[in-house]
């Protein structure tokens, strides 16, 4: 039972609070949901109103809301020791077993060894600077370039944003660090080569071959991709890009990190997103589903090629060959203990099952739904990741104009039926958590039907 807050007047919600990725008087004007409680799938605001998370917070409440299991794990860490610093000699057991842990599960990519962070941006950031510091223990120094693809979404911090393929995030900031590079993303809706999914995966691999010859392929220490790009429009690649990207890495002795901040545990109906591939990276970033976001946490989790270059026998190189990398709380102990219990619940539920399951039934009512509404331009997804792309004229997929705010406008009615849904201009990226069911999935389907029509053509 959720116990209440007194509401807060609206304007104290924005007065001091600068909100990501908002503008101060739009956040004035259309004050955010204060969220006060949250039971599996549902959320709770101040006004009682419950909803369906359609975004599992931001992509990572994969086990639900409220797990007592995960609450209960956090507090009796907390009786032992809240925190304690894993630089210079010491550790908690929570981030020993949980490295233990996501290498037994990681055991088929081969993963070796986990390194901590404190989510998905910073997780990336260690996975640049690994890669940089292990081509120099290997005697390749000059291999410092990350190439990555155009729509990806690593993060904000300067190397994450740095490989991220949306300008919108990166211009702000710019010069961002040298060094990055973007190719083609197989975007098998938009992209103005075929419509054919294997050719395009075919054209993409070759776009990245290419790349890192013209890069000098003696100069790139790794490419950097999502499984399937979350943030960019839930764009899914054809089946045959990753083990292409693979083998095109392979070809040139360049590390492939995949970055499972999103597709990590579960959400894409199989374990990892490199696994649904059929594809080994030396490197997996997590995030996100790693603990359900009860307390942050990411891991950067690498294979024995990448671990052992900061392995040495030889003691005069023991500072020198260490990862000079590490923040305060990484690895944190509440948030190890967290993702230790979370992911007792993701396997004993066979929440990547369900989420494939789920996935499907709701992608195939979303298509359905898109039979009577033609401004659902592209209905695409993979497990419980799906993007609804709306446009104002389906043949050529002439976009709407932004100030007509016909996404906004469809996700407000949707927040009024009890259904939140997230919006990125006109495209939705749903990400419900993994424990939805066929109910509630037909509870969101449904509720976007009505909002669709309610809203109307414009
Ligand atoms: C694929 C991917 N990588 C990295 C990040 C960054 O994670 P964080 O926001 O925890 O820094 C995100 C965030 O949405 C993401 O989707």
């Given at each position: 039972m959720t116990m209440l807050a007194p509401s807060r007047p609206n304007d104290t919600l924005t007065r001091h609070m600068l909100y990501p990725f908002t503008n101060a008087s739009y956040a004035a004007k259309n004050p955010p949901l204060v969220i006060e409680g949250g039971e599996g799938v549902y959320i709770i605001d101040s006004e009682g109103r419950r909803y369906i998370d359609g975004q599992a917070?931001?992509?990572?409440?994969?086990?639900?809301?409220?797990?007592?299991?995960?609450?209960?794990?956090?507090?009796?860490?907390?009786?032992?020791?809240s925190y304690y610093s894993q630089f210079g000699g010491t550790t908690t057991?929570?981030?020993?077993?949980?490295?233990?842990?996501?290498?037994?599960?990681?055991?088929?990519?081969?993963?070796?060894?986990?390194?901590?962070?404190?989510?998905?941006?910073?997780?990336?950031?260690?996975?640049?600077?690994?890669?940089?510091?292990?081509?120099?223990?290997?005697?390749?120094?000059?291999?410092?370039?990350?190439?990555?693809?155009?729509?990806?979404?690593?993060?904000?911090?300067?190397g994450a944003l740095s490989a991220n393929g949306t300008p919108a995030y990166k211009e702000h900031f710019e010069p961002l660090l040298a060094g990055f590079s973007q190719v083609e993303t197989p975007h098998v809706y938009r992209n103005p080569f075929t419509e054919d999914p294997e050719a395009l995966g075919r054209l993409c691999a070759e776009l990245l071959d290419r790349e890192i010859t013209y890069q000098g392929?003696?100069?790139?220490?790794?490419?950097?991709?999502?499984?399937?790009?979350?943030?960019?429009?839930?764009?899914?690649?054809?089946?045959?890009?990753?083990?292409?990207?693979?083998?095109?890495?392979?070809?040139?002795?360049v590390l492939l990190i995949s970055d499972e901040v999103v597709t990590g545990f579960g959400r894409l109906g199989s374990m990892f997103g490199s696994r649904h591939w059929g594809v080994k990276p030396d490197?997996?970033?997590?995030?996100?589903?790693?603990?359900?976001?009860?307390?942050?946490?990411?891991?950067?989790v690498m294979n024995k090629r990448v671990a052992d270059a900061f392995v040495t026998e030889d003691e005069s190189q023991f500072t020198m060959a260490a990862f000079w990398h590490g923040n305060t709380y990484a690895g944190h102990p509440l948030a190890c203990a967290a993702a230790l219990a979370n992911l007792d619940i993701v396997e004993r539920e066979h929440l990547d099952r369900n989420a494939g399951e789920v996935g499907s039934h709701l992608l195939a009512r979303l298509r359905d739904v898109q039979q009577r509404h033609p401004t659902m331009g592209d209905v695409r997804g993979l497990g419980l990741m799906i993007g609804i792309e709306l446009v104002k004229n389906p043949d050529t997929k002439e976009a709407f104009a932004a100030s007509a705010n016909y996404g906004s406008r469809i996700a407000e009615k949707c927040k009024q039926?009890?259904?939140?849904?997230?919006?990125?201009?006109?495209?939705?990226i749903l990400s419900p958590p993994l424990v939805l069911t066929k109910a509630q999935a037909d509870t969101i389907a449904d509720t976007f039907e009505s909002a669709i029509t309610d809203v109307g053509r414009i």
């Open positions: 917070g931001l992509w990572n409440v994969n086990v639900g809301h409220g797990r007592d299991e995960i609450k209960q794990a956090i507090r009796d860490q907390l009786e032992k020791i057991t929570p981030s020993v077993v949980l490295a233990e842990r996501l290498c037994a599960m990681a055991s088929h990519e081969g993963m070796a060894r986990a390194f901590y962070s404190s989510g998905g941006s910073e997780a990336n950031e260690a996975a640049f600077k690994l890669v940089r510091q292990y081509w120099r223990h290997v005697g390749e120094p000059n291999r410092h370039k990350i190439i990555s693809l155009k729509r990806a979404y690593h993060g904000v911090t300067l392929p003696k100069s790139v220490a790794a490419f950097i991709a999502e499984p399937v790009q979350g943030a960019g429009g839930v764009i899914v690649p054809p089946a045959n890009f990753w083990p292409l990207i693979r083998a095109v890495c392979d070809k040139h002795g490197i997996m970033v997590f995030a996100k589903g790693i603990n359900s976001g009860y307390v942050p946490l990411g891991a950067t039926q009890g259904v939140l849904l997230r919006n990125l201009g006109d495209t939705f």
